[in-house]
């Protein structure tokens, strides 16, 4: 895979990638309507880091760095980058780009967005730790930028794929308020906002100003529809052109369908539980078998976490739960990934060693306990908490299951209300430095880590290798560190991961599409047939 290479000077060019996304002339003065599972929280680009959100901001904006299908990098606003002598990093702006206001794209710009990330107020899911490392913006001249780290810093072009770029005359004062209603959505990205609905839908314009391959289609509805059979009859009944989170029993029906195709790919998201750490005395949704709260929190103990990990039967929930549209999983990235640990693999169900581990620490009886999950986020969220709610109960953890709306359930996640929880999560950058810095690493906003650890899992070896492997150059070196940085999570049972996600897509007939393995739905990733 494609990392970021040191030593030699890092050119990349923006003819690399002229293949990479669907485009054309064909169709140029057509419209597009896609349907999509998940609504996005935020149009501000620097809000809250989930799927729907990036998929949605890089329709509007752009980013210095962007990455293709496979999540290599390739050149965004930035035509060039290179590392420089003691720790800094120079990018080479692409010139004669304009916001969709009309004002030039400049390094100004630059340090503006780099400085708002870290300031954005009241964020479920932080970008600041892909700006953190940053210690120093140096504009050199209107299309030239130096990043400047305090020491070796390898991942930088990485990270800055998830930064979209901001204008500072347009959104010095704009709050995400602003950003929502539409008025501050202004960016470089392939297509102008027209509308947005909350919840329904938003509509785009092409910008026949972006610098990149000519957009297909001259307008594009992105409506939101949550439910699976609506998702589908509403593409079957000719309503939509192309939909998102194809509904894993619909797969086989709409391979037989002549009027429809399907566009498929193993991905990176990796499905599993969170468990509360946060609190030492008693967590809000384990209780003794006589409904009275347990102090202290048992979650605290590695044992109790092992034995819910075991007695779940990932296989089946991956064959009958998801109908084989994913892989069992016991670390957070699929084989090839950089970062993925070999050997690591799926914890085996183990029902008597879950209850020997559960006498050892003082449940000899189990307790009772909640297992909450969204009901409208991930592939079959909801069946898959109930499947191991009934796995738990059969083990002697009498589990309660409470399925929630994504626009409910994130909320209470991110305030810590949950003992356990289902949790999904994309490395959209591939590698593993993504879910260790987000998901395992310590919760500290100072350092950007942990922005997503909503369960406040901390490991102080974990939290060594991880910032070893930040700062180490060598590839191997440092794919060696994230891998030991994973292996101590999932012994510690940081998490629960259940699975690898499959992704796939459905469509009329006509259109072609570049599956992507960071899951994001996107017009620029479709176009008409050739």
Do not use: C
């Not at 003691?86 to 010139?95: A, I, M, N, Y």
């Not at 297509?191 to 307008?219: F, H, I, T």
């Not at 069946?383 to 994504?406: D, K, N, S, Y």
């Amino acid at each position: 895979m494609l990392k970021a290479a040191l030593g030699a000077a890092i050119i990349a060019m923006a003819s690399a990638h002229a293949g990479a996304q669907v485009a054309g002339a064909q169709g140029a003065g057509s419209s597009l309507t896609m349907a999509v599972g998940t609504p996005i929280t935020s149009l501000d680009p620097h809000f809250h880091n989930q799927a729907p959100n990036n998929a949605m901001a890089d329709v509007i904006f752009d980013s210095l760095v962007r990455t293709d299908e496979r999540v290599r990098l390739i050149p965004g606003l930035a035509e060039s980058w290179r590392p420089l002598e003691g720790g800094v990093w120079e990018f080479r702006l692409r010139p004669n780009v304009t916001f969709h206001n009309g004002r030039p794209f400049t390094a100004d710009d630059v340090a503006f967005t780099l400085a708002r990330v870290p300031q954005v107020l009241n964020s479920p899911g932080s970008f600041s730790g892909y700006t953190r490392p940053i210690q120093r913006v140096e504009v050199v001249d209107p299309l030239t930028v130096r990043l400047h780290m305090g020491g070796p810093y390898p991942l930088l072009p990485t990270d800055l794929a998830n930064i979209r770029i901001l204008n500072r005359a347009t959104h010095e004062s704009a709050t995400t308020e602003e950003f929502n209603a539409g008025r501050a959505a202004i960016g470089t990205g392939p297509y102008r906002l027209r509308s947005y609905r909350n919840g329904d839908r938003a509509e785009v314009e092409r910008n026949d100003a972006w610098y990149g391959p000519k957009q297909p289609w001259q307008a594009v509805t992105i409506r939101y529809i949550a439910s699976d059979p609506a998702r589908t009859a509403a593409l079957l009944a000719g309503d939509v052109d192309f939909i998102d989170q194809v509904p894993t029993g619909d797969l086989a029906r709409l391979r037989r369908d002549s009027r429809v195709q399907l566009s498929e790919v193993v991905g990176l998201r990796v499905i599993f539980l969170g468990l509360d750490r946060s609190r030492p005395g008693a967590t809000p949704f384990i209780t003794d078998n006589d409904g009275r709260p347990i102090t202290p929190n048992p979650l605290s103990d590695r044992r109790v976490r092992e034995a819910l990990s075991l007695t779940i039967d990932r296989g089946s929930i991956a064959e009958r739960v998801m109908e084989e549209a994913a892989v069992p999983s016991g670390q957070f990235l699929p084989e090839g990934a950089f970062g993925h640990v070999p050997g690591l693999g799926a914890p085996p169900t183990d029902l008597a060693r879950a209850r020997a581990l559960l006498a050892e620490a003082g449940f000899p009886q189990g307790f009772r306990i909640t297992l909450h999950g969204p009901n409208d986020r991930y592939v079959n969220d909801a069946r898959i908490i109930q499947a191991i709610g009934q796995m738990w109960t059969r083990a002697g953890i009498r589990t309660t299951v409470e399925a929630l709306p994504w626009a409910a359930y994130i909320p209470r996640a991110s305030r810590q209300d949950f003992s356990a929880f289902l949790w999904g999560w994309g490395s959209n950058s591939g590698e593993a430095s993504n879910p260790l810095r987000a998901l395992t690493a310590t919760f500290d906003p100072a350092r950007g880590w942990g922005a997503s650890n909503r369960g406040r899992y901390s490991n102080a070896e974990h939290d060594r290798l991880l910032a070893e492997g930040l700062r180490t150059l060598d590839d191997p070196q440092r794919e060696a560190l994230f891998q030991g940085a994973t292996r101590v999570a999932m012994e510690d049972v940081g998490i629960v991961p259940l699975h690898i996600q499959k992704n796939a897509w459905a469509m009329r007939r006509g259109l072609r599409h570049v599956a992507r393995i960071d899951e994001v739905s996107r017009p620029q990733d479709i176009a008409p047939a050739r």
